[in-house]
Each structure stands twice: as structure tokens, then as C-alpha cells.
């Protein structure tokens, strides 16, 4: 089982909360009330960077595109690299669906 640095039992129950979820709109519905709009736009708009990095898109392009920093590009490509593999799970998943 993989261990993250964030891991707790507050962070165990979320997370089998989100996975309950069974639809875009029960997602909206959701995390309408659990996130703000800013921080609904932010999580937004590194998952869109990330769908961005790989495809290959440079950080200007991208930074077009998202309205994001060269700060968040950077973090988010970090993460691509060197990260805990999540978002390349997600994004294989969502292309192998035909999501994105």
C-alpha cells in the first residue's frame, strides 16, 4: 500500500468520500461546498497544466492557455517527473476513456 506523507484518517475519509461520488454533477455538487471558488479554480487549472505538460505543450503556451504562473507550470511539471504518479494515473485513465 502506498504511503504518503499526507496521509491520515481525516485525509482516508475524504478521500472515500470523493471515490463515493458517481457522477460530474455529484462532483460539482460536492466540492461546491467543500472548496471555495478559488481554490475549485486552482485545483482546476493544474490538472489542466498537467494535461498540457504532457502533451508536450511549452510554458508559454501553457501559461497562454491557463492564465497560470511559470511557478505553478514548474511545480506541476515537477510533480509530472518526480511526484507520487498521480497525475499520470488520472491522465491515462481520462485518455484511455476518452474524458479528456
Given at each position: 500500500?502506498?504511503?504518503?506523507?499526507?496521509?491520515?484518517?481525516?485525509?482516508?475519509?475524504?478521500?472515500k468520500a470523493?471515490?463515493s461520488?458517481q457522477s460530474?454533477?455529484?462532483c460539482?455538487r460536492?466540492?461546491?461546498?467543500l472548496?471555495t471558488?478559488?481554490?475549485?479554480h486552482?485545483?482546476?487549472?493544474r490538472m489542466e497544466v498537467a494535461a498540457l505538460?504532457?502533451?508536450?505543450?511549452?510554458y508559454?503556451?501553457?501559461?497562454?492557455?491557463t492564465g497560470a504562473?511559470?511557478?505553478?507550470?514548474?511545480?506541476?511539471n515537477r510533480c509530472?517527473s518526480?511526484?507520487a504518479?498521480?497525475?499520470?494515473?488520472?491522465?491515462?485513465?481520462?485518455d484511455e476513456?476518452?474524458?479528456?
Open positions: 500500500m502506498y504511503q504518503s506523507k499526507l496521509q491520515s484518517e481525516e485525509a482516508d475519509h475524504l478521500f470523493i471515490l461520488l460530474v454533477e455529484e460539482y460536492f466540492f461546491e461546498d472548496c471558488v478559488t481554490e475549485l486552482a485545483l482546476s487549472q505538460l504532457s502533451r508536450g505543450e511549452t508559454t503556451a501553457i501559461a497562454e492557455k504562473s511559470t511557478a505553478t507550470i514548474s511545480r506541476v509530472l518526480y511526484g504518479d498521480g497525475y499520470q494515473t488520472v491522465l491515462a485513465r481520462l476513456s476518452g474524458a479528456e
